[in-house]
């Protein structure tokens, strides 16, 4: 892996051939590296009124260079290692990995695993040993007998609107998931849902999709950032973006902020232009 953008003193260096370990050399990263690269801000954001609670919504996706989010359903087929490495990475610095229930399924979620690569920095920012997970459903049509829900180092939270049936919010507090209610009638509202995690302490929040679910948070206007794994694979046919539903009126603008590149793959992170 190597780092493209920003460009550092460092950089130059290693482009001018001076430092052979600089970092535009191809190697792996440590995860500690790798931890250090993708932090969350140090101060998180406070007092702005899209995002009260001082929350940092950041999502995880991948994509093929022709836009498809999946391959046969499942993002697996797109990704690689080095992805890999970042998506346990982003998992070890969040207090809560967020995904929509199809995803959940569809994936086959199971509960965050503690990480001793990630332990020291977790307890130095006064987290737990791993993050929630946070599924958002408005029919709650979960199989609340599934490891993620009976077997979490940290309890499950399903997140869902006020009038979801009380049979399956019954069902689900009684598997030991926490029901957070974050919307009016079965729907979530997105902007309430960010509120009420960074409300319960979950801050550092990280979203993993699917589709449906990062479409909504962005025209909701709470995504902070987006790191995007471009995959060099091309697919057709009529899979997902990584974001659907209803346009934006006006298309939101986000400003790289940095860039790393491995056997073709890249990593790009960007963030809101007023974050």
Known sequence: MR???????????????????????????????????????????????????????????????????????????????ADMRIFGTLR???????????????????????????????????????????VVTGSMHLDFSLPLFTEPLVPTLVVTGAGAPADRITAARQAGAEVVIAG?????????????????????QLTEGGPRLLGQFVAADVLDELCLTVSPMLTAGDAQRIAGGPGLAVPERFSLTSLLEEAGFLFTRYRRTDS
């Open 3 to 81: 780092s493209l953008f920003p460009v550092t003193d460092l950089t130059k260096s290693a482009v001018g051939g001076e430092d052979p370990s600089g970092p535009l050399t191809d190697r792996e990263w440590s995860l500690d590296e790798l931890a250090e690269a993708y932090a969350y801000p140090a101060d998180l954001p406070a007092g702005k009124a899209r995002r009260p609670g001082a929350a940092w919504l950041r999502a995880n996706m991948v994509s093929t260079l022709d836009g498809a989010a999946q391959h046969d359903g499942r993002s697996q087929g797109i990704s690689c290692a």
């Open 184 to 204: 009016e009638g079965t729907r979530v509202d997105p902007a309430r849902a960010v509120r009420e995690l960074a409300a319960r302490g979950l801050r550092r």
């Open 92 to 134: 070890g610095l969040a207090d809560v990995v967020i995904a929509g229930a199809e995803t959940v399924r569809l994936e086959g979620y199971r509960p965050a695993r503690a990480r001793e690569a990630f332990a020291a920095r977790r307890a130095a920012a006064g987290q737990g040993p791993a993050p929630a997970v946070a």
